[in-house]
């Protein structure tokens, strides 16, 4: 199955999923959505209103804001895959339970070894937690933690620095980051490439 094939059946299993009780209040799954080849894949919190009823994520004031930042980093949205830790809204914005996280996690991990991507952002402190656990955002942000081959980069929830202003410029100078993360990633492949197709060579010394 390719790529898109495989997010769809996601995409499928997530419009049923009963597995914890967000659903009942929703109004459209919010699984995810972007490139299927995508080598930047963006996490989130969860849905919100505009999300819930559009069924896609970052569609509201925080998403027009991410779109930005994607864009001075010379990015769009069609390069990029986004989704959340959550893929329902849960009532009235609240914050995700630990409950729900774990109930909903093996969707996003299916996305990750679907598509395979180069870079992680995690956006805010929920999606940070699964890679950084008990770590402040405060502390570390844009700093790339390289794990199984790929980069994670925890980085402010774009509503956070929306609601604090203070925030934007160190947000705006973490998505700065990610062309160069790309071409590191890039480089390390090719060199990858590059040793596997001289097999038989033996060293001389
Ligand atoms: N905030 C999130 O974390 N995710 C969305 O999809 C929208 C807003």
Redesign the pocket.
Known sequence: MTNREQLNQIRGEVGVCRNCELWRNATNP?PGEGNPEARILLI?????FH?DTQGK??V?N??KFLTQLLESAGLSREDVFIT?VVKHRPPGNRDPLPDEMAACAHFLHRQIEIIDPDVIVT??RFSMSMYFPGERIGRIHGQPKEVNGRFIVPMY?P?AALHNGALRPDLEADFQKLPRLLAEREKAREAERARAQQPHQQSLF
Request: net charge negative; aromatic share 6%; glycine share 30%.
């Open positions: 919010v989130g919190e969860a849905p919100g999300e994520p970052f509201g925080s998403g959340n956006l805010g929830h509503a």
